[in-house]
């Protein structure tokens, strides 16, 4: 089991930063991949970034340039810094992580709210 904890979501005004983190807990040993997926009403939940266990990273091209994924593995701890944020941007960020074995997880959720 995995436990995963998003923070530091927020209101925040066009062009600003956030960063956002995410504490895994549990047999965390055993997470390869990790990532951020985020959702805005009305729409499907989308890839954001990923980041393997090697630093590996992927991002969506809509974030390209703007946000940069990365992970502590001594502190089982993972962010998203996002920065030039855009309206288009609010969404739920959520964090997952997949397991050596396949089996996936996902964290709560956390705000993101970009707006003057």
């Known amino acids: 089991q995995v436990q995963l904890v998003e923070s530091g979501g927020g209101l925040v005004q066009p062009g600003g930063s956030l960063r956002l983190s995410c504490a895994a807990s549990g047999s965390r040993f055993s997470i390869n991949a990790m990532g951020w997926y985020r959702q805005s009403p009305g729409k499907q939940r989308e890839l954001v970034a990923t980041?393997?266990?090697?630093?590996?990273?992927n991002y969506a091209d809509s974030v390209k340039g703007r946000f940069t994924i990365s992970r502590d593995n001594a502190k089982s701890t993972m962010y998203l810094q996002m920065s030039s944020l855009k309206p288009e941007d609010t969404a739920v960020y959520y964090c997952?992580?997949?397991?050596?074995?396949?089996?996936?997880?996902w964290g709560q959720g956390t705000q993101v709210t970009v707006s003057s």
């Open positions: 997952n992580a997949v397991q050596s074995s396949g089996y996936e997880y």
């Open positions: 980041i393997t266990s090697d630093g590996s990273t």
